[in-house]
Antibody, heavy 123, light 109 residues
Framework: QVLLVESGGGLVKPGGSLRLSCAAS????????MGWIRQAPGRGLEWISY????????FYAESVKGRFTISRDNARNLLYLQMSSLRAEDTATYYC????????????????WGQGTLVAVSS | DIVMTQSPATLSVSPGERATLSCWAS??????LAWYQQKPGQPPRLLIY???TRAPGIPARFSGSGSGTDFTLTISNLQSDDFAIYYC???????????FGQGTKLEVK
């Protein structure tokens, strides 16, 4: 069964930076698009970023564009989210997830999820 | 951006009965829609993709329907394990925005 384990969360001051990691195992990591989705405390889900299997194609929600950078290391089966210029509204649990895709590579939902890592932005 | 709206915010249904959850898109998403279930303290679980296809391992009690802007998730013969929050998500646009609805909480009546 696919295993995804996020790490790197914690308390950071507004304007600060943090790098989240997602360790993937039990599947061919480089074959999958991956995404980051966050959930503020007591709130709904917000997709924030998406990366192709090769790492060449990257996409961001407007709320994080220019501040967050997604990347991956396929040799080490790791997904990253570099977050900078953090704001109070970035406080959330951050999940990494695998993208399900059809034979043509078209996205069909986030199929496997990690347990999440909590990021708190506060002075 | 495409806005996804779910209704109702909270739905109270008795075990053994049927629950019907709605999701609307602000513009057509064709059948590019997924449904997720989330229980407290857990990550979401993919239930349905492409509007009506059950993800692997999802019981037949869960069914999705709709296309364009109006979608429904129906859960038949509600089990105690089904009481959770349900989210819809569109994935029609490119570059992707993958917008989620705000969720429907399904609670025991």
């Amino acid at each position: 069964q696919v295993l995804l384990v996020e790490s790197g969360g914690g308390l950071v001051k507004p304007g600060g930076s943090l790098r989240l990691s997602c360790a993937a195992s039990r599947f061919i990591f480089s074959d999958y698009y991956m995404g980051w989705i966050r959930q503020a405390p007591g709130r709904g889900l917000e997709w924030i970023s998406y990366i192709s299997g090769s790492g060449r194609d990257k996409f961001y929600a407007e709320s994080v564009k220019g501040r967050f950078t997604i990347s991956r290391d396929n040799a080490r089966n790791l997904l990253y989210l570099q977050m900078s210029s953090l704001r109070a509204e970035d406080t959330a649990t951050y999940y990494c997830a695998t993208a399900r895709a059809d034979d043509g590579g078209y996205y069909q939902g986030f199929e496997f999820w990690g347990q999440g890592t909590l990021v708190a932005v506060s002075s | 951006d495409i806005v996804m709206t779910q209704s109702p915010a909270t739905l109270s249904v008795s075990p053994g009965e049927r629950a019907t959850l709605s999701c609307w898109a602000s513009q057509t998403v064709r059948t590019n829609l997924a449904w997720y279930q989330q229980k407290p303290g857990q990550p979401p679980r993919l239930l349905i993709y492409d509007a009506f296809t059950r993800a692997p391992g999802i019981p037949a009690r869960f069914s999705g329907s709709g296309s364009g802007t109006d979608f429904t998730l129906t859960i038949s013969n509600l089990q105690s394990d089904d009481f959770a929050i349900y989210y819809c998500q569109q994935y029609n646009d490119w570059p992707p925005t993958y917008t989620f609805g705000q969720g429907t909480k399904l609670e025991v009546k």
